[in-house]
């Protein structure tokens, strides 16, 4: 029977060691930190030559585009200089070989009504980003009668944009 109360009290002994080693499992905690980013606004733009071609006197149209890509939602104005020819305007450019001048515009519009120059406001074309790229299309035309020297007639416009 010694044997017997011996063993019962091991056994029990182990029981109480077995329930006191569950009940202390393992604890756990956390914690939370903040991630942040700022976006900010950003704008790239690019322009194709408008190449007129060949002048012959007649009324010579031409097309060309520039692409803007701003980061969505931001507003921007896209301006273009007079160019690179002595005594040029936004409403009167001047394409240049040597002293000789070929006169021509740049609009907004297919039309050819619209001038389009570089004051925020007045005859900029405007936008709002998507985050895409957007394409703005440019219109030049070369008026009909105008007798000039044959030769190779160049300009340069700067393209801005503003945002």
């Given amino acids: 029977m010694k044997k017997s109360i ?13 329930l006191g080693l569950t009940a202390n499992a393992a604890t ?8 942040t980013a700022n976006v900010q606004a950003n704008c ?3 322009a194709a030559p408008l190449a007129f071609g060949n002048y012959t006197g007649a009324v010579n149209n ?17 301006g273009l200089n007079a160019g690179t020819a002595t005594g040029a305007t936004v409403t009167n450019r001047s394409m240049v070989n040597g002293v000789n001048l070929l006169n021509y515009k740049i609009t ?5 009504a619209t001038n389009w120059g570089n004051t925020i406001g007045t005859d900029t074309v405007t936008g709002t980003g998507s985050g895409a790229v957007q394409t703005l ?6 008026p009909a009668a105008q007798f000039v020297t044959p030769g190779a007639y160049s300009d340069t416009i700067t393209a801005t944009l503003t945002y």
């Avoid at 756990?28 to 991630?35: I, N, P, Q, R």
């Avoid at 692409?67 to 969505?72: G, Q």
């Avoid at 907004?108 to 050819?112: M, P």
């Avoid at 299309?137 to 070369?142: A, D, F, K, R, T």
């Fill in 62 to 78: 031409a097309t060309s585009t520039i692409t803007a890509t701003c980061t969505n939602t931001t507003p921007y104005n896209v």
């Fill in 137 to 142: 299309n440019v219109y030049g035309q070369i």
């Fill in 28 to 35: 756990t905690t956390t914690a939370t930190f903040a991630v």
């Fill in 44 to 46: 790239t733009i690019a």
């Fill in 108 to 112: 907004k519009d297919a039309g050819y």
């Fill in 6 to 18: 011996i063993t019962s009290a091991i056994l029990a002994a182990a029981g109480v060691l077995t």
